[in-house]
């Protein structure tokens, strides 16, 4: 009987250590976010069946380690299909220990939501989008990248 506590006990820690809820946004939602003044926002668009997306999580795991406490947030946005929402996506959240908070974009039209991210993204994954709205600044890229280059960026604006 103890022994079925005990493991009850750590399978809660466990999951509430690596699990997260993942909540559900709409394009405007997700535009709204990005738009505080006070934060510059690291937002990268990714899915679980994405081979280079998945490759380059830990580099969003280290931003986010780097700029804690910092006015910096990495929001990392999941494309994955409805079916995969909830439960895949957060058992693949929780397996891959990804530190940043993660949506779920809720959208099916690319053509109504992508020119809310940026005009020149053609819809390939994974992308990145950098916004510092207190200073009007916007940066997107299409394709992997590394902490060091997000970093790069990162410090020039916080420098400002």
């Known amino acids: 009987m103890r022994g079925s506590i005990l ?7 466990a999951t509430h250590s690596f699990g997260q809820t993942t909540p559900a946004y709409k394009i405007d939602d997700l ?3 990005v738009s505080n003044k006070d934060t510059i926002y690291v937002v990268n668009f ?11 999580l830990p580099e969003f795991n280290t931003i986010h380690e780097q700029y804690s406490g910092k006015p910096v947030k990495v ?3 999941s494309l994955d299909f409805k079916e995969a929402y909830p439960k895949k996506l957060e058992g693949f959240i929780s397996r891959k220990k990804m530190k940043p908070e993660v949506v779920w974009l ?8 992508i020119p809310k991210i940026d005009n020149s993204w053609s819809g ?3 992308a990145t989008a950098i ?6 600044y916007r940066i997107f890229n299409e394709g992997i990248v590394t902490a060091q280059q997000i970093s790069s960026i990162l410090e020039k604006q916080l420098a400002h």
């Open 106 to 113: 809720n959208e099916t039209n690319a053509n109504e939501f």
């Open 131 to 136: 916004y510092n709205s207190g200073k009007d």
């Open 31 to 33: 535009v709204n976010r």
């Open 46 to 56: 990714w899915a679980t069946w994405c081979g280079p997306c998945v490759k380059e």
């Open 124 to 126: 390939s994954i994974p």
């Open 7 to 13: 493991v009850a006990i750590l399978l809660m820690i």
């Open 75 to 77: 929001l990392m946005v």
